[in-house]
């Protein structure tokens, strides 16, 4: 027998050998198939039990918030409790509950810390759970594809809400959309979504392709045409699981213009998407006088933002240092212009990159001229507001920017980013009158900053006072009437 009879042979029993195998592993596959299915129905069942017994027991239904970070003091948080503020007043008769992994303090300091913060009371107390295993959603612990790993862990935090407590409406207030399904499927729970800013889009996939340095898209990866392919990839794989676990949702509220555009790009559920703009304590501010500011022996400029890496301070302290640079001593000099940092800081990592941050001061040798107050109450937070200039903001593509409103309802004259929500829905014409100025590197904020200050008097009042009148749209009771209006059809199924 020739080598090419023995070949074709050989080939002829391996065929026979893995058709004789087909049919007991489709077996097999069907049969792991129907466990898998049966353990999600017996989980599902005990879940929904738990919760029964837990209607049974409180003789009401309960409206639950994902929030590990509630504690945190920032603009999300804001949303949150204006959310349930306003839910508690419309529906007294239901539960609200909020999950938390903010263990180092009591369900009492979280609410005192809204009342202080955000000068926001609670008509009564919600019931917290606290979470044990917060750490899983930190990008501290996935140095490297953090998306995934964040993705990955919130699943298991997600599990860890729902075997505490089964509610009946499930709302991600924080951008968890991997808990969606989890607590639909498995919990047999309504689901909402409050999205600030998408995990994934496509100005985050531009920049890898485009290889641009950014806090995320580090120069190893911007300088290796593989790495930065593979990045792509990687990008798009996840922005398909991101849609498909975001089109879960029943309702979905974003909060400005450029996170619907993203949004429904990538969870494509248009008549379940609306546009709930943040809300912003504008009122609180506008007891602050407007009046010409000439006479001042000193300008500060304030910016108001999380210690992340994404809000840029880096970007703030080198435009300062370079509007320094081209002041003279004397009136224009450094004596007369200074910076105030004002932030919270969520965990450890916050507080060194504020190390850095007073680093970098040192460095470029201006730590003379520039404050950080982080965690600050809402009196100091609107004493250094009435007492400053200019109000700076740098966050590139940021969501929508409350920090920004804050500052023009204080009547203060903004400089924000040339991008993201500032751009599209804050900073823009009111009745043909300019709001504010944006920029988008280190030379246009310097040169926008000289420009600010060299106005006269009586152009920047006018500026201000039409920045004032711009922002009532972003209010505490626009945002109630239209959350609630929004809510209401995922309420009535409660009910």
């Not at 009879?5 to 097999?28: A, H, N, S, Y």
């Not at 910016?303 to 880096?314: A, C, L, M, T, Y």
Request: some cysteine; aromatic content about 10%; charged content about 20%.
């Amino acid at each position: 027998m020739s080598g090419h009879d023995q070949l074709v042979l050989c080939l002829c029993e391996i065929t026979r050998l893995l058709w004789k195998l087909l049919l007991p592993l489709v077996f097999l596959c069907l049969l792991l198939i129907a466990v898998l299915v049966l353990l999600v129905l017996a989980v599902r069942f005990w879940l929904q039990s738990n919760r029964n017994a837990r209607r049974a027991r409180d003789g009401r239904l309960s409206v639950a918030f994902f929030h590990p970070y509630c504690n945190a003091g920032g603009g999300g948080e804001r949303v949150l409790w204006c959310a349930i503020r306003a839910l508690q007043t419309r529906y007294p008769d239901i539960n609200f509950v909020v999950y938390t992994g903010d263990l180092g303090v009591t369900g009492h300091q979280i609410l005192e810390g809204a009342r202080r913060r955000f000068n926001i009371v609670l008509p009564r107390p919600v019931q917290f759970v606290f979470l044990r295993h917060r750490l899983l959603v930190e990008p501290g612990l996935f140095p490297h594809f953090t998306l995934l790993g964040q993705s990955v862990g919130s699943i298991f935090l997600g599990w860890e809400a729902l075997t505490e407590f089964v509610p009946d409406l499930y709302i991600d207030s924080m951008g968890y959309a991997f808990t969606l399904p989890l607590f639909r499927y498995l919990g047999g729970c309504s689901v909402g979504s409050y999205v600030h800013y998408p995990t994934i889009s496509t100005d985050m996939l531009s920049v890898v392709r485009e290889r641009n340095p950014r806090f995320n898209n580090p120069d190893y990866v911007t300088n290796s045409l593989f790495l930065s392919a593979f990045k792509v990839v990687y990008y798009c794989l996840f922005a398909l699981l991101y849609g498909m676990a975001g089109s879960c949702s029943d309702l979905i509220m974003v909060n400005s213009s450029w996170t619907l555009d993203h949004i429904l790009s990538l969870w494509r559920s248009p008549n379940r998407t609306s546009v709930i703009y943040p809300p912003c304590d504008v009122s609180a501010f506008l007891d602050i006088p407007l009046e010409e500011d000439g006479d001042k022996k000193c300008h500060s400029i304030v910016s108001i933002g999380q210690f992340r890496p994404e809000k840029d301070h880096r970007l703030q302290i080198r435009a300062f240092k370079k509007v320094l640079d081209r002041r003279r001593d004397g009136a224009a000099g450094r004596q007369a212009l200074k910076l105030v940092l004002i932030g919270g800081c969520r965990n450890q990592e916050d507080e060194d990159r504020v190390l850095m941050l007073r680093g970098l001061c040192q460095e470029l040798g201006v730590a003379d001229r520039v404050e950080f107050k982080l965690n600050v109450p809402f009196e100091e937070l609107k004493r250094e507001m009435g007492e400053a200039t200019i109000g700076l903001h740098t966050m590139w593509n940021e969501h929508f920017g409350i920090g920004v409103v804050e500052c023009m309802a204080a009547g203060k004259v903004i400089l924000a980013h040339k991008s993201g929500g500032p751009k599209l829905d804050i900073v823009v014409p009111y009745e043909g009158g300019q709001t504010g100025f944006l920029a988008y590197d280190e030379d246009s904020y310097a040169e926008a900053i000289e420009r600010i200050l060299s106005l006269p008097p009586a152009s920047r009042l006018q500026i201000r006072r039409n920045a004032r009148q711009s922002v009532a749209r972003f209010s505490d009771q626009e945002f109630e009437v239209c959350f609630l209006a929004a809510m209401e059809p995922l309420m009535g199924t409660l009910e």
